[in-house]
């Protein structure tokens, strides 16, 4: 009778966790949909004024001080981004955007980290106390409230901290590690290169394509270039913060989905296992009344 008391206790538990991991997969699919809303309506305009970044980019004088932040110097000092999220329950969401860039340190920037010209600033809380608890890595800033109230305007100061950063010299190079969201089962690790602004690149056929494109600048080239580098700096930044956020919400999504799946698994084994014992209980219970009948009447 223990081993009976021990599965409907453990039958009770699965249930609850099962009622749990169901509520949280629709509060993750009610997120989602504002989330991915969000995205896919910043995105086109997000690759047009990119495009238009590095084609007026190109076209810029390397003299010109507008063009600071198209400056391509040597990574003598490195300054990577790495975006996440501030909850877990999410699957590998948070572990693969850490093991991203750790591989990027170790692949691309393992120079820079030898010497300590290699710094981090972590938004999300789970790469931020990843990072923060091992003194090898020097993480400059931290931005785990960014998603307490998400906007442009609060992304917009982290990106002119960067854009100051890099102007000053005290990085010649910064890169962005984020999840890129596909769909709600599937998101796409990444990583950009957040300046200087890359130029127009592919085959030769794309880029003679992408020169013969002639732009009439009004009030004048100065005015659009000060105006038009920055803003799109931080349309990407925001674009890729959108991106991790509509990513969390379906990794999210998907694991709750898988957990509440696996629940009802157990809950037809525990079941089963629940009834054999029963079973086995009462076919004992029997053999004894039989046997005790059979003794009082020798």
């Known amino acids: 009778m223990a081993n ?23 509060v993750a699919a009610s997120k989602l949909r504002r989330a991915q809303n969000a995205i896919l309506q910043m995105r086109p305009y997000a690759a047009k004024l990119k495009e238009i ?20 110097r040597a990574p003598n000092k490195v300054l990577i981004v790495v975006i996440a999220s501030n909850r877990g329950l999410c699957g590998a969401f948070n572990a693969n955007v850490i093991k991203m860039a750790n591989n990027l340190i170790r692949e691309k920037y393992q120079e820079q980290f030898d010497k300590g010209n290699l710094s981090l ?12 608890k091992r003194e090898e890595f020097n993480v400059l800033e931290v931005h785990d409230d960014i998603y307490n ?56 056929a794309e880029a003679e394509k992408q020169e013969n494109i002639d732009y009439v600048f009004e009030p004048g080239k100065e005015e659009i270039v ?62 004894e009344i039989v046997s005790g009948a059979e003794a009082l009447k020798g």
């Open 226 to 287: 000060h105006d038009l580098i920055p803003k799109s700096l931080k349309i990407q930044l925001y674009k890729a913060i959108l991106d991790s956020n509509a990513s969390e919400h379906g990794a999210r999504m998907t694991a709750m989905h898988k957990a509440t799946d696996n629940a009802q698994e157990m809950l037809k084994d525990l079941n089963l296992a629940y009834n054999k014992a029963r079973q086995a209980a009462i076919t004992n219970e029997i053999l």
């Open 121 to 132: 600033v972590t938004i999300g809380k789970k790469v931020s106390e990843f990072f923060g």
């Open 149 to 204: 109230d998400l906007s442009f305007e609060k992304v917009s100061v982290i990106a002119e901290n960067l854009m100051d950063g890099f102007e000053d010299k005290k990085f010649d190079r910064i890169e962005v590690i984020y999840n890129q969201f596909k769909n709600a089962a599937s998101q796409i690790l990444t990583t950009e290169q957040f300046l200087p602004v890359e130029k127009i690149g592919g085959d030769e």
């Open 53 to 72: 970044l590095q084609n007026l980019s190109a076209s810029l004088d390397v003299s010109d001080d507008s063009s600071i932040y198209s400056e391509m």
């Open 4 to 26: 009976l008391k021990e599965v409907r206790i453990r039958i009770t538990s699965v249930q609850s966790t099962q009622q749990i991991t169901s509520a949280m997969k629709m």
